[in-house]
Structures are given as C-alpha cells and as structure tokens.
C-alpha cells in the first residue's frame, strides 16, 4: 500500500545548497582573472571595505574589496573611472549575488604601460642585457663624471649638491637632454653618444627626478636600454624616487633609487668600512627580497589549495556591513513614524476632552449590550425553528418511515440490494429488512412479470 504512493520525483536541492555548489563551480573554475571596466557605484562603509561594480556597454559585475586589501591602493578610485582589476570569482551565499573579491586593482592606462614594460623587461632579459656578467664595475675613485639629464631640473642640482658636499674634487660634465615627452627619448641617446664621443667621463649617470609613471616612460623605451647597454663607459641609472623602477635600472652598471643617491654611490667617502657594511646591508636586502618573494609564492600555491578561514570572517562582514545599512534605514523609519504618531496624538488629546470621551463611551457600550442580549434571543429562536423545521424534514426522507408503511429492503446472501427479480435464484437465501428486525428467507420460485 505505501509502495503505491512512494514519491518518485527527483530529490530538489534547498537554495543554500545550490547557492554553495555554484559558488564552489565559480572558484574552482576561475581561480583568477583580471577584469577591466568602468567603476560604478562605488561605496565605502565604516568598516572600510570598499563595494563597487564595473560595466562596459552591455554588462555590469558586483565587486568587493575588503580593508585589509585596499589599504595598499595610493588613492581611493573615482565614480566613472577605467580600472583594471584581479580577484577571485565567487558568490556571496547569502543573497545569492555573484561578485569578484578584488584583491589589487589599478587604473587600466597604468595596466597598459605595465605590460609594455613586462613585455619589454622580458624580452631584453632574454637577450642577456640585464645578466651581472657584463655589468662593468664601479670605479672607486672616479676621474671624471659625466651626467645625462636636463639642465634645469632638480636631479643635476641634487647630484653637484652632493658631489659637493663628499667630493668636490672631481670634475663634472652635464650632457644635457631632454627627460620627458616623445622627443626625450632620441634626445637620451644622443647625449649617451656625446659622452662616448668626448671620451672624458669613466663613469656616467643617466636619470631624472621622480613622476608619474608616463612622465619616466622614455626610461623604459627600447633604444634608451640598448644605448645604455652598448655604452663602454660604467653607467648608473637614477631615474625617479625610492619606490620607481624602470627598465633603465635593469641594463645600467649600476641601479640607484635616486639621482642624490647616484652621486652618493659613486663618489668616495671618508670611512671605507661604511661603504663596506652598505654593499653587505644590499646584498642581505636583494637575499631578504627574494627569500620574502619565494615565501610569498608558496603562500600563494598554498592558498590556493586550501580554504582560506579569512574568506569566512569577509562573508560575515560583508552580510554585517549589509545589516548595518537595513538597521540604520529602520530605526531612521521608526524614529519618523513615533513622532508622527506622537504629534497626532498630541493633536487629538487636545481636541477632545476625557469626560465626554468616557461618557459617549459609556454610551456606546450600554447600547452595544442592549443590542447583543437582543440579538442573541433572536439568534437562539431563529436555531430553534430551523432545528424543528430539519428534524421534521429528515424524518419525511428517513427510509425508516417507509419500511413504517410495510415496505422492506431485500438483500441477497452476498448483502447486495436485490431491485429485480432476475437477480435471484430458487432456493437462494434472502434477508428482508422490515421497520423492526430482519427477516431471512429462501426463495422457491422467480417471477419477472
């Protein structure tokens, strides 16, 4: 009997269940992916997440960017702004939204140069440009130093400053030349073949001050690292601050972080042993970078294969963050709706007065029972008369009262209702029901007449 009725349908899944799996289908498909849009509806929260969407002409994706990730961005990114993004596919569980977890984003003409410089980097490195075996050594007592970079700006004064103040012995020429825009960069290399040419320089230092990075572009052109590759005299590249790296830096003898530090670099100091404990200081800081990095790799490797607890702690913040809005939203709502409900209040207290509310209440309340105990006598009549009237009725329709008249109800021996008399046979048994008991017979002979 219950196999009959077993339910044969296909097991449904609940909305958490597949709101997990397309979650889990999400971040094991697209482990990682670099997106580029239009920033839009950028909000950020007290907690310091950072909730925005990116769009192009047809599309828009929810994007989050947690606090602990963002703190590295420069600056906070503008409503409308083309940016380029990398993170993780996901979805957010709860609401069933699908989203990015940005973990680095920048703007997207910054992303473009960054690849040029990549694509550029790697291919010279193939090349052997940037290999220590033929970097040529810093003299240590240079005779006469040789600067390529622009007459008026603040890196030759930066460098003669210092130069001056370590020592002012040593002679300098300026190659001067442009540093910025599209005509700096031939302007480079020909001032790198004055040098050459002039053959009085035995070290030369190429840079400018710091910028943005399309303000040092000409640095990371091709015919700029190729000149400097090919120059014979030891060359020093000081392009920008501490925090800029081009690809000058990388074919150069020798990389300083800034102009000022160039000329500390090259020229001599009064105590050998500092320069000494400097050199070691570089060394064990390039070893510490690469330790860091390769740690930093295979923390990558591992978090990619291990579930990651912060992921959790982001969710809840993030649901947190959404609760947060929900709550501040009801309680401006409620605080909205209590005093225009205590102004009304007030509004009606003062039309009416409390002794002619109690008396019209009293009022209403005597009439009100009057007009109950009335209804409930007319109530009671009326379920009285309509009980005589069905009871009078069903006795009229009670096949009781038929068999009463000398009627009976015949059954045959497998206590089916016998309406013909070609239902029966000779010598069957009967039972007839009359209006009081029941008789059992047995037939001796049909007659369908």
């Known amino acids: 009997m219950n196999d009959a009725f077993q339910d044969t349908r296909p097991r449904a899944l609940s909305v958490s269940e597949l709101n997990h799996q397309a979650r889990h289908l999400l971040e094991t498909s697209f482990m990682q992916v670099w997106v580029e849009g239009e920033l839009s509806g950028f909000s950020r929260p007290s907690s310091g997440h950072w909730y925005f969407s990116l769009k192009d002409r047809n599309c828009q994706i929810r994007c989050a960017m947690f606090r602990s990730v963002n703190q590295r961005v420069r600056a906070a ?3 409308g702004e083309l940016v380029r993004i990398r993170g993780k596919v996901t979805l957010y569980e709860n609401r069933g939204d699908f989203q990015i977890i940005v973990e680095h984003l920048e703007p997207a003409g910054a992303g473009a140069l960054q690849q040029a410089f990549e694509a550029l980097k790697l291919k010279l490195f193939n090349e052997g440009l940037f290999s220590t075996e033929r970097k040529k050594p810093i003299p240590a007592l240079p005779r006469h130093i040789g600067v390529v970079t622009s007459p008026t700006g603040a890196a030759i004064h930066d460098i003669l400053t210092v130069l001056a103040r370590r020592c002012p012995g040593i002679p300098v020429t300026l190659y001067p030349t442009a540093v910025q825009g599209q005509a700096a960069t ?14 009085r320089a035995d070290v030369l230092i190429i840079g400018r001050g710091g910028g943005s990075l399309e303000d040092l572009w000409c640095f990371n052109e091709e015919a700029v690292a190729r000149a400097i590759a090919a120059c014979p005299i030891a060359t020093v590249s000081a392009v920008g601050h501490e925090v800029d790296t081009t690809i000058a830096d990388y074919v150069a003898d020798l990389r300083a972080p800034t102009p000022s530090a160039a000329a500390e670099k090259i020229s001599p100091d009064q105590s050998i042993w500092l ?5 070691i200081s570089e060394r064990l800081q390039a070893a510490m970078g690469r330790q860091h990095t390769a740690l930093e790799n295979r923390l990558l490797q591992l978090s990619t294969r291990l579930k990651d607890p912060r992921r959790s702690l982001q969710e809840k913040a993030q649901r947190l963050d959404g609760l947060d809005l ?5 309680m401006a709502q409620l605080t909205q709706r209590l005093h225009m409900r205590t102004d009304y209040l007030q509004q009606r207290l003062a039309m009416q007065s409390p ?11 005597l009439r009100a029972t009057t007009g109950l105990n009335l209804a409930i ?8 008369e309509q009980l005589d009237y069905t009871a009078q009725t069903l006795n009229l329709v009670s096949p009781l009262a038929t068999l009463g008249r000398g009627y009976a109800i015949v059954k045959d021996h497998q206590g089916k209702i016998v309406r013909h008399a070609g239902q029966l046979e000779a010598g069957q048994a009967i039972s007839a029901r009359v209006a009081s008991g029941t008789v059992h017979a047995r037939v001796t002979s049909c007659d369908e007449s």
């Open 275 to 279: 320069r000494q404990l400097q050199a």
């Open 377 to 384: 006598q007319q109530t009671l009549k009326s379920r009285h």
């Open 186 to 199: 031939a302007d480079i290399v020909v001032a790198i073949g004055r040098a050459v040419a002039h053959n």
């Open 326 to 330: 929900r709550l501040s939203r009801a």
């Open 355 to 365: 002794n002619r509310q109690l008396a019209s209440a009293s009022e209403r309340v």
């Open 77 to 79: 990114p503008k409503e």
